[in-house]
């Protein structure tokens, strides 16, 4: 089985590797997002708190 056969994937290397990119990517998007959000969270948080106590 040579390196070109593998990445081949039989005839199937499309469909293979685009399941691995489209998985990557929302495995890449479930870190990342809620790294995000949680920044966002924390600095509206921050600035209703100096409305509150000026």
Partial sequence: MSLQ?????????????????????????????PIIQRKQFLRQLAHKQKRQNP
């Fill in 5 to 33: 056969e593998f990445f081949n994937m039989g005839g199937y290397a499309f469909y293979v590797w685009t399941s691995y990119g489209i998985c990557f990517v929302v495995l890449l998007a479930n870190i990342i997002l």
